[in-house]
């Protein structure tokens, strides 16, 4: 039987949904019970933990409400009776199903009349983190990490019932609001000039430092080294020559340059340490740069470069660029391939004050201390590869106006002057100061104001108009944000402290914290707010205020343009990366490092790991932006890769660091979501990969199948890294187990059909092990040589039950494919918890289905999903 057929009888109780319940018919039959479930789900067996003969139907009771669902479910799909038992006819199943329907369907739409599908709750701290940059327009700003972890139900961090507010998290919204608040304001009286400024390399002591050996580095790879065009100069490099021929010789100047074979990884971090922005706002960053080829060591020690024999490139290298506060906190700007051809590259950035920018050539190797010498991966006979900067260039800050947007909305145009510096500020230049290593914050102003109290008024008037996203009673709001500016200046603060801690105070209100919803259909103001987080996940913008305002956006044609509108903004990659934060879990990306001894080739690979962390991003954007059908996401004849991808992936190569639509050849196993290295990695631990973690994953996140939870009696299985038994094997223990079979019968499959995919989503036909099997030798990107064993062979077939079986994942794919639909509906359901904050309940099911019908024209289109989903009850509707 194929999957469609199978799940066509989950449909068979969908269909039974609109039969009436005739008046007086008891709502649940107990003769069927009787006949067909009570043998295992008395009160002596207990299967399942279900004894049905005590459980009354009383759906006004939660938990009595959910295992009837259950009860409804596992019939409808056939898997209660089981296989073995006795089946019952189709009309007495149907009956059953219609009667137990009736009642459940009735008490959940009781339930949402009396009080909506979801629950009332605060904004989570992704939301928080974009509201602010968007009211304030200081895209720059960094502080949703500053926020506690947000709880998570029904996978996402949308549901009111997980997002608890204590005032320890408040105090931490309190802190983020005041530094958003502080951002936003202008940092000095005067408008900051734009200027253009060029730091070359031979100027920066970051990048001149470890060109001279000390205690800490005696290795010519751990160096960094001059170069004039693509000469090497010996006579500087031991300090013989300047290091510099500085404004003596303009022309040559411009020829000098530092270069690695290293990427940037202790004790080599090469940066512009002179630079450190002055403000936080928009700069271009212009990077000169170009490869060249090292020559080798001596005779046998070819691997150990000689930093005077330079020539050109032979191939691009890929760079990343970043930003970084001392010590060490860094944040992704942009990425580009350096050729052997010289030339700039520019990049446009937001900047936070302080910030210097430090390059990092990802693909080349870092070296790590170990039992031996390290020896360059990439190196040659005859040399190996590096990368040679000269200068960057600065030009910056940008802003539209002066006060900056963000500030004029605090204070208006009332007038500046820059705050006094403590006593013991260092003096200097902005480069004396950064070539001592230190950074001095622009002095902050203070506002001046000849009636504050008036001023404070009509300000935080304006301000609550900008911030609330509903209907509120203004006179009341100003007043009791007056009182907290009050409290402010009798404690001793001015005019600016005071306002500041009132506007504070608003960002952390529950009319902005709080997303606030009637029972029944959503008026414009909550509906707009709905949209911009579903879409955003931020606060709506400007035009969708003014459609509110109007009370024009519930208009269906208006609705689905401002729909089109949103999702074609670059905005819009907000709602996937958070929404693919939790759907695919691809925050946990970094929760696992790959074994240093059994995946040391994987080991302190950056590029390999930054490069997965955007493939399903840009993979979902595109099924959003094409409309490609939802069945794309289980097989797909397209990628997205760089170089690095292609090779991780074994395909044919593509060239640079940025990631494009590539066409699959024909018979890969790549293609869709499941074989993505990052879905792939955050199912594993980085030491072993376990069908049981993948199958439930698919089951859950693909399917739309939660397995249960495991018997809590039953120990988890601890893989054997020796390589003697492989996870099959010792899966077969679990399914002798009554209480295990049938969950593994279900589970196990899809992580089989995925076990050929090793930690990183490398493909693998046998096992790693630290003892057993064929000697595998190399070296890795840490320099280091590298052992392990390869074992037992993977054996990915199986049988996916009332879908038939496969042999690998190729097979298993093609299995999914047979039902779209339910693809389609797990991916509906899931949008539908990231929208509206509220699972897809028993009395939801029918308009979930009639998304899809909707949807069918499109094969289920992703983007018509989202667009259907809008439409529908499940979203107008608290």
Partial sequence: MRISSHLSRWALGLALWTFPLAAGEPPVSRAFLERHCVECHDAETQKGGLDLTSLNFEPKNATNFSRWVTVFDRVSLGEMPPAKKPRPETREQAGFLMDLNAGLDSADRERIEREGRATQRRLNRYEYENSLRQILQIPW???????????????????GGALDMSHVQLARYLGAADTALRQAMAPQAQRPPVTIRRYYTRDQRSWTGPMKFSEFNTAPERATFPVLGFEGQPEVRADRAPITVGTNDPVGRELEGMGVVASAYEPIEPKWNEFRAPVAGRYKLRFNAYTVWVGPGQSNRWYIPNLDVISRGRRDEPVSITAETPPRLLRHLGDFDVTPEPTVHELDVHLLAGEMIRPDAGRLFRSRPGPGRWQNPLAEPDGQPGVVFRWLEVEGPFFDDWPPAG???????????????????????????????????????????????????RLIRGFLRTVYRRPFDEDAEVKRFLGVYAAALKRGNDFTDALLAAYTGVLCSPEFLVLREKPGRLDDAALATRLSYFLWNSAPDLELRALEERGELHRPEVLRAQSQRMLDDPRSRQMVEAFLDYWLDLRKLAATAPDAELYSDYYLDDLLEESMREEPIAFFQELVRADLPARTLAQ?????????????????????????????????????IMTQAAVLKVTANGTTTSPVVRGAWVMERILGRKPPLPPPSVPALEPDIRGATTIRQQLEKHRTQESCRACHARIDPPGFALENFDVMGGWRDRYRSEADGELVVGIAKSGQKFTHRWAQPVDAQGELPGAGTFRDIRDFKQLLLADERQIARNLASQLTVFATGAPVGFADRQDLEAILDRSRISQYGVRTLILELIQSRLFLEK
Avoid: C
């Avoid at 960094?142 to 139900?153: H, S, T």
């Avoid at 605090?410 to 500046?416: I, Q």
């Avoid at 797909?636 to 890769?641: H, K, M």
């Avoid at 395909?651 to 050849?665: D, H, Q």
């Fill in 636 to 672: 797909s004849d397209f990628a997205f890769l760089n170089e690095r991808l292609a090779a991780h992936y074994g395909l044919p190569p593509v060239s640079g660091i940025a990631l494009r639509r590539t066409v699959l050849p024909a018979d890969t196993v790549r293609g869709g």
């Fill in 141 to 159: 700003l960094q502080v949703r990490d500053a926020l506690p972890e947000d709880g998570e139900a029904y996978r996402f961090n949308k549901v």
């Fill in 407 to 457: 500030h004029r909305l605090l204070f208006g145009t009332l007038p500046l002057q820059d705050r006094p510096r403590p006593a013991g500020t260092p003096t200097g230049t902005e480069t004396e100061n950064a070539r001592r290593r230190r950074f001095v914050p622009p002095p902050g102003v203070v506002v001046i104001s000849s009636q504050p109290d008036a001023d404070a008024e």
